[in-house]
């Protein structure tokens, strides 16, 4: 038997091949409304005899726990960052592959519990492009790789996503087309040209394959920039005692509150006295008041509520002109209205970034968007406001299908693991 693993920035699935035959995905969460689908999130409670919680146990046992602890999501999106070697948990520092190998272990251990068996072949997806940077691509994989060994695989081949998408999609194919696969996920945006028929796939039929990193995570950080950092001091105003200036919040500093990775880097010793300075520096009392609103963020380790404040905002502009992002905590209040037209310029920097990924992606394939017989769209951002405008700028509605959106990779994986 071989596992064909799925593992996402937002979500992972797990499927399995036996001597051939593609067997039911593993209920990974049965606690979730999807069961086949377990949220890559990590609970760790600030005791140290307590067990590590995933997906949806990991957030209720956060709440539980009066969101004391350790909550990690989206911590593959540091696989290819060369200076992240690690994180502290109730003192020690754990290695981000040994982070990672955690919550793959996990994923094993489950499967291995509803087969009754060990397996320890799989084969793993992986995004187009973990880095636009060649030596940070290939270190991502090789900690990916590193990971999956610790979590106790022996056997391990990696397959690109959209590829593995394209695998599933070609079985509905009736006569040979050339399908854009577009995957957008939490962390990336990842596509594939690529010549399919119910022929036998031949790796020449992938006419090419790109991708950045970026894709709904972004979005939800563009959101967090523009329209709820400022109530967390990222727009403060201050002047150091004897000083004639009047200075900001530095970039930098308020740029680690974008991301649910990053806010934690806010918490440094240094930047805990750096802010605790300039809120005593502050020009008026809303300023105070929200660098106030940005401690109990901190103290309490919010990121990950208030960001799924934003993310329902951003899911609701799918298919309404305007919402409101709401949050509320105990010293915390936010209300922020959003229009279409607000997200569209908030994020407007990363959608063009992300589909001039897929221009480029075109583009090596020697096509012009006529070319394309059908645009196959996966993953959950696909759903997105943005990305649907952007698709329809390029290609005619007729073309675009979205089809499972978060089981068609895992589902793709399985196709190629029969031949493996």
């Known amino acids: 038997m071989i596992y064909a693993i799925d593992f996402g920035t937002s979500n992972s699935l797990l499927g399995a091949v036996d001597q051939g035959k593609i067997m039911p995905l593993v209920a990974l969460d049965p606690d979730a409304s999807n069961p086949e689908v377990l949220r890559s999130l990590m609970y760790f409670p600030q005791s140290k005899n307590a067990q590590a919680s995933f997906g949806t146990q990991a957030i209720q046992n956060y709440l539980d726990d009066s969101m004391n602890g350790r909550f990690l999501k989206s911590f593959k999106r540091f696989l290819p960052q060369q200076n992240f070697d690690g994180t502290l948990l109730n003192g020690k520092l754990v290695s981000l592959e040994e982070l990672i190998a955690r919550f793959l272990r996990e994923m094993r251990d489950r499967a291995n519990a509803f087969f009754k068996r060990d397996v320890d072949s799989v084969?793993?997806?992986?995004?187009?492009?973990?880095?636009?940077?060649?030596?940070?691509?290939?270190?991502?994989?090789?900690r990916l790789q590193n990971?999956?060994?610790?979590?106790?695989?022996?056997?391990i081949q990696f397959l690109e996503e959209p590829v593995a998408a394209a695998y599933r999609f070609k079985n509905e194919l009736t006569q040979e087309q050339i399908v854009l696969v577009a995957d957008f996920g939490g962390g990336?945006?990842?596509?594939?040209?690529?010549?399919?028929?119910?022929?036998?796939?031949?790796?020449?039929?992938?006419?090419?394959?790109?991708?950045?990193?970026?894709?709904?995570?972004?979005f939800d950080?563009?959101?967090?920039?523009?329209?709820?950092?400022?109530?967390?001091?990222?727009?403060v105003e201050y002047q150091i005692p004897m000083s004639k200036n009047i200075l900001r919040m530095p970039k930098g500093l308020s740029a680690y509150l974008n991301s649910t990775a990053?806010?934690?880097?806010?918490?440094?010793?240094?930047?805990?006295?750096f802010l605790k300075k300039v809120k005593s520096w502050s020009l008026n009392v809303n300023d105070a008041k929200h660098l106030f609103q940005l401690e109990i963020?901190?103290?309490?380790?919010?990121?990950?509520?208030?960001?799924?404040?934003?993310?329902l905002a951003k899911r609701n502009l799918s298919d309404h002109s305007k919402t409101q992002i709401e949050y509320s905590y105990p010293g915390i209040k936010i209300s922020e209205s959003v229009t279409q037209a607000n997200f569209r310029k908030d994020a407007a920097s990363e959608s063009a970034k992300i589909?001039?990924?897929?221009?480029?992606?075109?583009?090596?394939?020697?096509?012009?968007?006529?070319?394309?017989?059908?645009?196959?769209?996966?993953?959950?951002?696909?759903?997105?406001?943005?990305?649907?405008?952007?698709?329809?700028?390029?290609?005619?509605?007729?073309?675009?299908?979205?089809?499972?959106?978060?089981?068609?990779?895992?589902?793709?994986?399985?196709?190629?693991?029969?031949?493996?």
């Open 355 to 420: 589909f001039s990924g897929l221009d480029d992606t075109i583009e090596k394939a020697g096509l012009k968007f006529s070319q394309i017989d059908r645009v196959c769209c996966t993953g959950g951002t696909a759903k997105s406001l943005l990305v649907r405008e952007g698709l329809l700028k390029r290609f005619p509605e007729e073309k675009l299908e979205g089809f499972r959106f978060f089981s068609s990779i895992v589902e793709g994986l399985c196709e190629r693991a029969k031949n493996l």
């Open 188 to 218: 990336t945006s990842d596509f594939t040209v690529i010549k399919l028929s119910s022929k036998p796939f031949r790796q020449e039929d992938v006419l090419a394959v790109g991708g950045v990193p970026l894709a709904g995570d972004s």
């Open 262 to 273: 990053h806010i934690n880097f806010l918490k440094t010793p240094e930047n805990r006295e």
């Open 297 to 311: 963020l901190l103290e309490n380790q919010l990121g990950f509520s208030v960001f799924e404040a934003i993310e």
């Open 147 to 155: 990971a999956a060994e610790l979590a106790g695989f022996k056997n």
């Open 123 to 142: 084969l793993l997806g992986r995004p187009a492009r973990f880095s636009e940077d060649d030596q940070l691509d290939k270190l991502a994989q090789l």
């Open 221 to 235: 950080g563009a959101l967090m920039q523009h329209r709820v950092a400022p109530n967390f001091g990222s727009e």
